[in-house]
């Protein structure tokens, strides 16, 4: 960790001089980088038969395999409500599996009254902030896609890029919406030639080069001051009871 720079300590008396980190380029250099295929989970937010948000992240899907990526793609079916069942849930705990499993996520949901859809919300909110001192997203990477009945809109992806904050992931500049989703795709259901099309060549491209660029660093791109302080003060009051 690297201290404040001395002569400066006194210009900031609310600050905790041990614990405060200055970022270095160094850091930011990994010896020896992670080698095996980049690991990304994708989950859609509709159990529609034709599901356009479905055929959305297969196509997408099959961007990131010919890329050299390692893709799973999480069904909804069968996923309870939160807090509707036990955490031991086969479909919570295969959701969960995947998503400690993954190094970068691609969130795709239908725009419904405006939102992003229930069963998309679901998987989010099945998947925890932390489990132990583990933060199951923290770091990971993730692109947001959504898909529209009507005109483009952005409603839905908005909404995933504050979840995607929430929940400390690395979301990319780009995102995809496909205006007309029935248009876009044909009867083989895939999708035809379009600029939303190439949209998410972009979006996948865009990902996949994040992924490979952070997923060794996303525990210190994410580390925070507050939090080591924190830990550090839990510590303390752990050890002072012992001593009691």
Do not use: C
Request: charged letters at 25%; zero cysteines.
């Amino acid at each position: 960790m690297s201290a404040i720079p001395e002569g400066t300590q006194g210009v900031f008396p609310a600050l905790d001089a041990g614990l405060f980190d200055v970022p270095t380029q160094e850091r930011l250099v990994v010896p020896q980088p992670s080698r095996h295929r980049p690991r990304f989970l994708m989950l859609y937010g509709s159990l529609r038969e034709r599901s356009f948000s479905r055929l959305l992240t297969h196509e997408a899907a099959r961007l990131l395999e010919a890329m050299g990526g390692e893709v799973r793609i999480f069904d909804p079916a069968g996923l309870p409500l939160p807090d509707g069942a036990p955490d031991s849930h086969p479909k919570v705990q295969e959701l969960r599996e995947l998503a400690a499993w993954s190094e970068g996520m691609v969130w795709t949901s239908p725009e419904r009254h405006g939102a992003m859809t229930g069963i998309m919300k679901a998987q989010i909110d099945w998947i925890p902030l932390s489990v132990g001192a583990v933060r199951p997203t923290q770091g990971k990477t993730l692109a947001v896609m959504e898909v529209s009945g009507g005109s483009q809109s952005f409603n839905a992806v908005n909404q995933m890029r504050v979840l995607g904050r929430w929940m400390r992931m690395l979301t990319i500049p780009n995102q995809s919406s496909v205006a007309k989703a029935f248009a876009e795709f044909d009867a083989h259901d895939r999708m035809k030639p379009s600029a939303f099309y190439d949209r998410v060549v972009d979006v996948m491209e865009e990902l996949f080069k994040f992924t490979l660029l952070t997923r060794d660093l996303g525990p210190y791109l994410v580390d925070r001051y507050s939090e080591r302080k924190e830990s550090a003060e839990a510590l303390s009051k752990r050890v002072n009871q012992r001593a009691i």
